[in-house]
Protein backbone atom coordinates (compact mmCIF):
# COMPACT_ATOMS: atom_id res chain seq x y z
CA UNK A 1 0.00 0.00 0.00
CA UNK A 2 2.53 2.18 0.99
CA UNK A 3 4.22 2.36 -2.77
CA UNK A 4 0.85 3.65 -4.07
CA UNK A 5 0.67 6.69 -1.31
CA UNK A 6 2.20 9.59 -3.19
CA UNK A 7 3.28 11.31 0.07
CA UNK A 8 4.74 7.63 1.78
CA UNK A 9 8.57 6.41 0.07
CA UNK A 10 9.44 2.80 -0.20
CA UNK A 11 10.78 3.41 3.43
CA UNK A 12 7.56 4.45 5.32
CA UNK A 13 9.01 7.74 5.51
CA UNK A 14 6.82 11.05 4.75
CA UNK A 15 7.75 13.00 1.95
CA UNK A 16 6.60 16.45 0.51
CA UNK A 17 5.73 15.19 -3.74
CA UNK A 18 8.03 16.64 -5.99
CA UNK A 19 5.64 18.91 -8.58
CA UNK A 20 8.44 20.65 -10.28
CA UNK A 21 8.24 18.64 -13.16
CA UNK A 22 4.70 18.08 -13.84
CA UNK A 23 2.96 20.82 -16.38
CA UNK A 24 1.38 23.90 -15.48
CA UNK A 25 -2.83 23.02 -15.94
CA UNK A 26 -5.75 25.12 -14.57
CA UNK A 27 -7.28 22.71 -11.60
CA UNK A 28 -10.52 23.40 -9.29
CA UNK A 29 -11.84 21.26 -6.82
CA UNK A 30 -15.21 22.11 -4.77
CA UNK A 31 -16.16 20.80 -1.01
CA UNK A 32 -19.54 20.37 0.44
CA UNK A 33 -20.53 20.13 4.08
CA UNK A 34 -23.14 21.15 6.77
CA UNK A 35 -23.77 22.44 10.23
CA UNK A 36 -26.65 21.02 11.66
CA UNK A 37 -28.38 23.12 14.62
CA UNK A 38 -31.62 24.26 16.45
CA UNK A 39 -34.37 25.29 13.80
CA UNK A 40 -34.52 28.39 16.35
CA UNK A 41 -30.29 28.77 16.06
CA UNK A 42 -31.05 29.27 12.25
CA UNK A 43 -33.28 31.76 12.35
CA UNK A 44 -31.86 33.92 14.49
CA UNK A 45 -28.61 33.81 12.31
CA UNK A 46 -30.52 34.44 9.49
CA UNK A 47 -32.58 37.63 11.25
CA UNK A 48 -28.97 38.57 11.98
CA UNK A 49 -29.81 39.03 15.73
CA UNK A 50 -26.31 37.35 16.37
CA UNK A 51 -24.22 38.98 19.37
CA UNK A 52 -20.94 38.36 17.34
CA UNK A 53 -22.34 40.11 14.22
CA UNK A 54 -22.88 38.91 10.97
CA UNK A 55 -22.16 35.00 11.25
CA UNK A 56 -22.61 33.99 7.44
CA UNK A 57 -19.94 37.30 6.20
CA UNK A 58 -17.55 35.83 8.87
CA UNK A 59 -17.56 32.39 8.17
CA UNK A 60 -17.26 33.08 4.59
CA UNK A 61 -14.22 35.43 4.93
CA UNK A 62 -12.67 32.73 7.05
CA UNK A 63 -13.09 30.11 4.69
CA UNK A 64 -11.26 32.11 2.24
CA UNK A 65 -8.65 32.88 4.47
CA UNK A 66 -8.32 29.33 5.41
CA UNK A 67 -7.65 28.04 1.60
CA UNK A 68 -4.96 30.78 1.58
CA UNK A 69 -2.93 28.99 4.42
CA UNK A 70 -3.85 24.95 3.99
CA UNK A 71 -0.15 24.23 3.37
CA UNK A 72 0.44 26.26 7.02
CA UNK A 73 -1.95 23.72 8.10
CA UNK A 74 -1.45 20.79 6.20
CA UNK A 75 2.14 19.60 6.88
CA UNK A 76 2.62 18.24 3.27
CA UNK A 77 0.79 20.36 1.21
CA UNK A 78 2.53 22.81 -1.35
CA UNK A 79 2.04 26.67 -0.98
CA UNK A 80 -0.29 27.60 -3.74
CA UNK A 81 -1.09 30.75 -5.23
CA UNK A 82 -5.00 30.17 -5.63
CA UNK A 83 -6.33 32.16 -8.10
CA UNK A 84 -10.06 32.33 -6.67
CA UNK A 85 -11.77 30.87 -3.39
CA UNK A 86 -15.08 31.10 -3.18
CA UNK A 87 -17.22 30.22 0.07
CA UNK A 88 -21.25 30.12 -0.81
CA UNK A 89 -23.07 29.51 2.67
CA UNK A 90 -26.54 28.43 2.25
CA UNK A 91 -29.93 28.10 5.02
CA UNK A 92 -31.06 24.57 4.81
CA UNK A 93 -34.47 24.39 6.72
CA UNK A 94 -35.11 20.53 6.44
CA UNK A 95 -31.46 20.24 8.14
CA UNK A 96 -32.25 22.28 9.85
CA UNK A 97 -28.70 24.09 9.78
CA UNK A 98 -26.10 25.76 6.93
CA UNK A 99 -24.75 23.90 4.21
CA UNK A 100 -21.43 25.15 2.76
CA UNK A 101 -20.01 24.80 -0.45
CA UNK A 102 -16.39 25.82 -1.04
CA UNK A 103 -14.71 26.05 -4.34
CA UNK A 104 -10.72 26.85 -4.84
CA UNK A 105 -8.70 27.36 -8.02
CA UNK A 106 -5.37 27.36 -9.33
CA UNK A 107 -3.28 27.50 -12.49
CA UNK A 108 -0.89 25.39 -11.09
CA UNK A 109 1.67 21.81 -10.66
CA UNK A 110 -0.66 20.35 -7.72
CA UNK A 111 -4.76 20.48 -7.41
CA UNK A 112 -6.73 22.05 -4.99
CA UNK A 113 -8.61 19.75 -3.29
CA UNK A 114 -7.00 20.35 0.48
CA UNK A 115 -7.68 23.76 -0.11
CA UNK A 116 -11.24 23.17 -1.11
CA UNK A 117 -11.67 21.05 1.74
CA UNK A 118 -10.35 23.50 4.30
CA UNK A 119 -11.83 26.44 3.38
CA UNK A 120 -15.33 24.51 3.82
CA UNK A 121 -14.05 23.29 7.26
CA UNK A 122 -12.92 25.91 9.00
CA UNK A 123 -16.26 28.22 7.30
CA UNK A 124 -18.05 25.47 9.53
CA UNK A 125 -16.51 25.74 12.63
CA UNK A 126 -16.96 29.27 12.25
CA UNK A 127 -20.54 29.19 11.99
CA UNK A 128 -20.26 26.39 14.75
CA UNK A 129 -18.01 29.31 16.89
CA UNK A 130 -20.22 32.75 16.04
CA UNK A 131 -23.03 30.44 17.18
CA UNK A 132 -22.08 28.20 20.57
CA UNK A 133 -23.30 30.33 22.63
CA UNK A 134 -27.11 29.64 21.98
CA UNK A 135 -26.57 25.92 20.65
CA UNK A 136 -23.64 24.19 22.03
CA UNK A 137 -25.15 20.85 20.04
CA UNK A 138 -24.60 21.78 16.77
CA UNK A 139 -22.95 18.89 14.29
CA UNK A 140 -20.51 19.17 11.54
CA UNK A 141 -21.62 16.76 9.12
CA UNK A 142 -20.57 15.30 5.33
CA UNK A 143 -17.75 16.96 5.09
CA UNK A 144 -16.39 15.69 1.77
CA UNK A 145 -14.91 16.51 -1.74
CA UNK A 146 -17.40 16.29 -4.24
CA UNK A 147 -15.43 17.38 -7.45
CA UNK A 148 -12.17 18.23 -8.98
CA UNK A 149 -10.73 18.87 -12.13
CA UNK A 150 -7.48 19.69 -13.99
CA UNK A 151 -4.23 18.15 -13.78
CA UNK A 152 -3.16 14.01 -14.67
CA UNK A 153 -6.30 12.40 -13.34
CA UNK A 154 -8.62 14.71 -14.88
CA UNK A 155 -12.32 15.30 -13.52
CA UNK A 156 -13.73 13.57 -10.96
CA UNK A 157 -17.08 13.60 -9.30
CA UNK A 158 -18.68 12.14 -6.02
CA UNK A 159 -21.68 12.32 -8.38
CA UNK A 160 -25.04 13.73 -7.26
CA UNK A 161 -25.94 12.76 -3.78
CA UNK A 162 -26.22 15.96 -1.63
CA UNK A 163 -24.67 16.51 1.75
Excluded at 9 to 23: E, F, I, L, R
Excluded at 72 to 101: Q, Y
Excluded at 113 to 130: K, N, R
Excluded at 140 to 160: D, E, F, M, N, Y
Amino acid sequence: MASKLTHIGTDGAANMVDVGGKPVTERTATAKGALKMQLATLQQILDGNMKKGDVIATARIAGIMAAKKTSDLIPLCHPLALTKVSIDIEPDVSLPGLRVEATAKVSGQTGVEMEALTACSVALLTLYDMAKAIDRGMELVSVRLVSKQGGKSGSWSAGTADS
